[in-house]
């Protein structure tokens, strides 16, 4: 048959409804058609799932179809105007923008749009946040740096003892800053990353030589660092440099909430293909209702686990970014007062065919 669009011709085999209803299909937007009498008369596959109707609703009243009385009210208000009506709805599990217009022409009805925003509106929060969060952590030390100078100046400078203390202070203020920009930066690097992980070996022995820069931690609060390795655990298949960030990550987690004279204990083994990394401390423990988001950017658990150069609450971070990179898998077990697990499950490196081991 000919179809016209805009003066010119073209010819398809199938009806043209047929046409529009495979566009639609594959359209993140639906289209919804409800005639004068609230029949609804044409509804896309996108529309009927973004409204939660059954799959039969054409040629049926949208009044018995749709419990929502938002609905409703919308398309009877559009029937009335010839203004586009726009409104945004939160569902139990979707938010929707929704578009309603009458329809030129006598008895024909009102046509509504309605899109899934549900990730758009995710990512808006998540900036959000993230702004919030950024500005929160860089006010405090900022906030601590300038106090801190306004009494050097204000004489402090004259007395040794208590201005080689603020200049202390200061420098560690500086150093929390410098670490998280560090760590955004990081973050924003594996986030930006399309490159596949190399498929180079990476020996336990490697990740563990990265604990070495905390020796300085770990001693001071006289902590008991154990390694459990047996032999012939097979290297992981990866990157060593980002493998070591998230040993290291876990590590400096590990000892800021472990009091001193605790364990902590770094695991490793081959479980079924893979190479099972575990870190186990005798902290103060995480409460089960923080378990869910410790891996989220900036997130501190409660006041139980603060202490002081607790650090920027990136590290857990970091640490689920380069294990998804590398096809793996974490998550925490915990329990408060009994100290905390983190179980990292990688890929083991496996010798191409043909390859000496």
Same mark, same amino acid.
């Given at each position: 048959m000919l179809a016209h669009v805009d003066g010119a011709q073209w010819t398809t085999a199938m009806p043209l409804a047929d046409v529009l209803a495979e566009v639609l299909e594959g359209s993140d937007e639906g289209l919804l058609l409800v005639d004068p009498d609230g029949v609804i008369r044409f509804a896309s596959p996108t529309a009927l799932r973004h409204l939660d109707l059954r799959t039969n609703?054409?040629?049926? =009243?949208?009044?018995?179809?749709h419990g929502d009385y938002r609905l409703i009210r919308m398309l009877t208000a559009a029937a009335r105007t010839e203004e586009v009506m726009e409104a945004h709805w939160s569902t139990a599990d979707r938010e929707l923008s929704v578009r309603a217009r009458r329809v030129p022409g006598p008895?024909?009805?009102?046509? $509504?749009?309605? +899109?899934?925003?549900?990730?758009? +509106?995710? $990512?808006?929060?998540?900036?959000? &946040?993230?702004?919030?969060?950024? %500005?929160h952590e860089l006010r405090t030390p900022l906030a601590a740096m300038r106090v801190m100078t306004e009494t050097?100046?204000?004489?402090?400078?004259?007395?040794?003892?208590?201005?080689?203390?603020?200049?202390?202070?200061?420098?560690?203020?500086? #150093?929390?800053?410098?670490?998280?920009?560090?760590? !955004?930066? @990081?973050?924003?690097? !594996?986030?930006?990353?399309?490159?596949?992980?190399?498929?180079?070996?990476? =020996?336990?022995?490697?990740?563990?030589?990265?604990?070495d820069r905390l020796r300085p931690l770990i001693e001071d609060k006289e902590i008991n660092l154990v390694? &459990?390795?047996? *032999?012939?655990?097979?290297?992981?298949?990866?990157?060593?440099?980002?493998?070591?960030?998230?040993?290291?990550?876990?590590?400096?987690?590990?000892?800021?909430?472990? =009091?001193?004279?605790?364990?902590?204990?770094?695991?490793?083994?081959?479980?079924?293909?893979?190479?099972? $990394?575990?870190c186990?401390?005798?902290?103060?423990?995480?409460? %089960? #209702? &923080? $378990? *869910? +988001?410790?891996? @989220?950017?900036?997130?501190?658990?409660?006041? %139980?686990?603060?202490? &002081?150069?607790?650090?920027?609450?990136?590290?857990?971070?970091?640490?689920?970014?380069v294990v998804a990179a590398h096809n793996g898998a974490i998550r925490a077990e915990s329990e408060v007062g009994r100290g905390t697990t983190f179980v990292v499950l990688l890929p083991a490196w496996e010798a191409p065919a043909g390859a000496s081991a």
């Open positions: 609703s054409v040629g049926a =009243p949208i009044a018995e179809c008895g024909a009805g009102v046509l $509504l749009w309605v +899109r899934d925003e549900t990730r758009m +509106r995710h $990512l808006e929060k998540m900036r959000r &946040d993230f702004i919030s969060n950024v %500005s050097l100046e204000a004489g402090a400078l004259n007395d040794g003892p208590a201005a080689q203390e603020f200049v202390h202070r200061i420098g560690l203020e500086v #150093e929390q800053m410098s670490q998280m920009v560090e760590e !955004l930066l @990081e973050l924003s690097a !594996l986030e930006g990353e399309q490159r596949p992980v190399p498929n180079e070996p990476v =020996p336990i022995v490697d990740l563990l030589i990265a604990v390694f &459990d390795v047996p *032999a012939g655990t097979p290297p992981i298949r990866g990157d060593v440099t980002h493998l070591q960030h998230v040993l290291r990550n876990l590590v400096h987690n590990a000892v800021k909430f472990t =009091p001193n004279g605790g364990t902590i204990t770094i695991a490793a083994a081959e479980v079924d293909g893979e190479v099972e $990394l575990r186990i401390d005798t902290g103060v423990g995480i409460r %089960s #209702e &923080d $378990l *869910a +988001r410790i891996f @989220e950017r900036f997130w501190k658990a409660d006041s %139980s686990r603060r202490r &002081d150069g607790e650090g920027s609450g990136l590290g857990l971070a970091i640490v689920r970014h």
